[in-house]
Each structure stands twice: as C-alpha cells, then as structure tokens.
Nanobody, 120 residues
Framework: QVQVVESGGGLVQPGESLRLSCAASGSIRDLDFMAWYRQAPGNVRDMVARISYGGNTNYADSVKGRFTISRDNAKNTAYLQMNNLKPEDTAVYSC??????????????WGQGTQVTVSS
C-alpha cells in the first residue's frame, strides 16, 4: 500500500506565497511521476504541475512563471512553491503519485487534498 499526505495549504492574500508538500510512503520500489492537481467548487479537477523522477516538469499555462514543482527523491516528497497567488488559484490541491510497489505492481495513489484560499 502507498499513502500520500499533503500539507501546507491555508489562507493567504493575493500576491502572497505558499509552499505545499506531498509525502509518499509505504511499499514503494520506484516512484515515477508526482503531480499536483486542483479542483475549485463547480469545476473539474485539473493538473497544475507534474515532475518525473528525473526532474522533468510540466505546468498548466495558468501557473507558468508563478508555480514551481520540485522533489526530493530520497524523501519521496514533492513540493509546490506557489508565488504571486491569485484569487483564481483558490481550490483544493491534491497530490497524485504513481510507480511500482515492492511487489512489482503498479500503483496510482491520491492524497486527501489541502485547501488553498486566496482572498483579501
């Protein structure tokens, strides 16, 4: 089993920053992609940023230049640095990870999500 725990959400004012963390644990042999998604009320869940084991990254157009995803492979942890936050960034942010377990089966696991609210 693979568990995913997010942390770092909160309430900030427009223009401020937050840093989210996503920690994966359990029967992990290989941890491939780690990604952040977000879902605002009434909207579908969209990918925000994704990072491969080797450090290749992809971003949604709406966050390019403001958000940075990184990871610490030794800790099975990914981070999302969010700068210059805007009210439209308000959403529940969830982390998704995938890879191979110690039993050589594929896993695709989600965390419970963390709320980010940007409001003056």
């Amino acid at each position: 089993q693979v568990q995913v725990v997010e942390s770092g959400g909160g309430l900030v004012q427009p223009g401020e920053s937050l840093r989210l963390s996503c920690a994966a644990s359990g029967s992990i042999r290989d941890l491939d992609f780690m990604a952040w998604y977000r879902q605002a009320p009434g909207n579908v869940r969209d990918m925000v940023a994704r990072i491969s084991y080797g450090g290749n990254t992809n971003y949604a157009d709406s966050v390019k230049g403001r958000f940075t995803i990184s990871r610490d492979n030794a800790k099975n942890t990914a981070y999302l640095q969010m700068n210059n936050l805007k009210p439209e960034d308000t959403a529940v942010y969830s982390c998704n990870v995938d890879g191979i377990t110690t039993s050589f089966t594929h896993f695709d696991s989600w965390g419970q999500g963390t709320q980010v609210t940007v409001s003056s």
